[in-house]
């Protein structure tokens, strides 16, 4: 049986606020959706962004690192924005890091990884976007 988001856990991880969201594939391209998705977790929802993208970056005025291993401190939200075939290997490196969760953007599927991550203890939302969820759900926005 396939990975099932867990409706709790989404509200969970999206109404945390200043939570730290690990953005992989976050660059300063207009044309990717990760720069949108980023600046609505940041600006809407009071996340911490912090790029991640092999050239380390900056986006949005954040700091970017090239990978999960050199991002200082706690992890609380690793978000995918990388190819299904390349997220299991981002998500090993989430679990690496010590993160709470992984966040497989919309159209981002890859079972064995989602099941290596929550056996290690992190929550996982596969194949959905922060923005879709929060449209659906508007009482997820603060205030």
């Not at 690192?65 to 050199?70: F, H, M, Q, V």
């Amino acid at each position: 049986m396939g990975h099932t988001n867990d409706p709790a856990t989404i509200r969970r991880l999206l109404t945390e606020r200043g939570a730290r969201w690990a953005v992989v594939g976050l660059t300063p391209n207009p044309r990717r959706a990760a720069v949108g998705v980023s600046k609505f977790l940041r600006d809407d929802l009071g996340m911490e962004i912090i790029p991640v993208n092999l050239g380390a970056l900056q986006v949005h005025g954040e700091t970017g690192y090239r990978s999960l291993a050199e991002v200082p401190g706690t992890i609380d939200v690793v978000d995918c924005f990388v190819n299904s075939r390349k997220v299991g290997a981002i998500v090993d490196q989430a679990i690496d890091a010590g993160a709470r969760a992984v966040w497989l953007q919309l159209g981002v599927v890859d079972e064995p990884a989602a099941e290596r991550a929550a056996a290690a203890g992190l929550d996982v939302v596969m194949d959905t976007c922060p923005v879709i969820e929060v449209r659906a759900d508007p009482s997820m926005l603060p205030g």
